[in-house]
């Protein structure tokens, strides 16, 4: 399947409103093609060169609904520093993933969240969790996998699964004060 940044769904497309339905485990060879789909996207995206020439646009990840498939499929893939201040590069293809705990801490990223789907800017923060614990099955690793998740990755894996309910990060803007500080929120 072709994905780039003319096919990619965009948030003016009803679809992107819509809720994606769960996925039938073990995976059907379509759906794990999908998923390669997604992985060699988000990989590819960041090369400078590859993107150029494919008409790609950089990201962190990409869910399904996005190539205008609504299953509740997504892949992530980026680079973090972890708690011992060692850079460690995230990836997942995940089906099904569910948040089965997030902290009651906030944070948001202090540059504010873009999006594939979304041409248009929407400046201000996108509180989210600070933590979140993901149950999910992973295709990379071929296993159900639990990820306990800060900064960065929280972020990104909320912005994806919020994907499957046909929520967009500017949802999540104050509309009044779009910079309006979070009390004891942890800024990225
Ligand atoms: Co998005």
Do not use: W
């Not at 509180?127 to 159900?144: C, G, M, N, P």
């Not at 800060?150 to 894996?157: C, D, S």
């Amino acid at each position: 399947m072709l994905i780039n940044n003319d096919t990619i769904v965009k948030d003016n497309d009803p679809l992107m409103r819509t809720k994606s339905e769960p996925v039938k485990l073990p995976l059907s060879v379509e759906d794990k093609n999908i998923l390669m789909d997604m992985y060699n996207y988000v990989k590819d995206s960041i090369d400078p060169e590859l993107s150029e020439e494919r008409n790609l646009r950089a990201a962190v990840g990409i869910s399904a609904i996005q190539i205008g498939i609504p299953k509740r499929m997504t892949v992530i893939r980026l680079t973090d520093i972890d708690k011992n201040d060692n850079e460690i590069l995230y990836e997942f293809c995940l089906v099904n993933p569910k948040i089965i705990s997030s902290s009651l801490q906030k944070a948001y990223l202090q540059s504010g969240e873009g999006c594939l789907s979304v041409i248009e800017e929407h400046e201000g923060y996108v509180v989210r969790s600070a933590r979140v614990t993901v149950e999910a099955y992973d295709a990379l690793q071929d296993k159900h996998i639990r990820i306990r998740a800060r900064g960065f990755l929280a972020i990104v894996l909320q912005h994806e699964l919020d994907h499957f309910e046909g929520t967009l990060f500017y949802d999540h803007i104050n509309k009044d004060e779009p910079f309006k500080e979070i009390e004891n929120a942890l800024i990225i």
